[in-house]
């Protein structure tokens, strides 16, 4: 939570300084009752909503299960050629390494400033060190030969290629990359309820669920499992249209992960 507001840190002091301002408004000013109104009521959703971002922020990354990793021994099983792509940020690299601790893997960075222009990835690339060194990585033409990897990770990076063309390529990328059988793990906040209720506006930064099946649908790539880490997470696992009905380890459902 705390490298959250480090990166985040404009949106907090935006809000406080609205909130100040709404104060100051409200004392000096002799405004309509509306006016005042409306005044509250904005203030109060931008104080709710950045204190509810970080409460929330606090029980999906240090509270809840998602990184203790137990989840993926039900999604998968365990791999021998895996990547990891990142989009700048690494977090998860390291316990993936202890989890799956074969020589036989890669770790990507994907971070184009063209494409992800978030002033909040920006502070996390030059304040936070990698735990393990990256290969830089162009997603639309990955430094993996065909059929290399029997799993891809990529955990909380799709979403930073806002544009839908570079996501699908980045896609088809990954498509080409998989072995038969491989699965993508994707993990993703989803632009839903649950989401703009905790992080309001900034759930908008978040793609929902019917953009992450249409893309990969696009990719050629079908979703054979799918559950919920917590209320505000959901991983998908994705594998090659052809042939996964077959002879998929896991039903498709969408569930939480158990």
């Keep these: 939570m705390a490298q959250i507001v480090v990166y985040n840190w404009h949106f907090y002091a935006a809000a406080l300084l609205f909130d100040s301002l709404a104060v100051i408004l409200m004392v000096r000013l002799h405004l309509p009752v509306a006016t005042r109104l409306l005044i509250c009521l904005i203030a109060a959703l931008a104080t709710f909503w950045a204190l509810s971002s970080l409460l929330v922020s606090h029980y999906v990354y240090d509270r809840s299960r998602l990184y ?46 063209s494409e992800m222009s978030e002033p909040s990835i920006r502070r996390a690339r030059h304040q936070a060190r990698p735990a393990q060194a990256a290969e830089k990585a162009n997603p639309a033409a990955l430094p993996l030969v065909d059929c290399e990897c029997d799993t891809i990770f ?24 998989l072995q038969p059988g491989g699965r993508v793990v994707l993990v993703e906040h989803l632009r839903n309820w649950n989401n703009f209720l905790a992080y309001g506006p900034g759930a908008l930064h978040f793609f929902s669920r019917r953009e992450w099946l249409t893309v990969s649908n696009l990719a050629d790539l079908q979703v054979i499992n799918e559950c919920g880490i917590t209320p505000f997470v959901r991983c998908f696992v994705l594998a090659k249209r052809t042939g996964v009905d077959a002879d998929a380890p896991h039903p498709v459902g969408k569930g939480s992960c158990c």
């Design 154 to 177: 990529l955990i909380f990076a799709a979403h930073e290629l806002r544009r839908r063309e570079a996501r699908l390529r980045f896609f088809r990328e990954m498509n080409r990359a």
């Design 68 to 113: 203790r990793w137990d989840w993926l021994t039900h999604v998968l099983p365990s791999p021998g050629v895996w990547a990891n792509i990142h989009a700048g940020l690494d977090q998860t690299s390291a316990p993936l390494t202890q989890l799956f601790p074969t020589p036989r893997r890669r770790i990507l960075d994907i971070y184009i400033p």
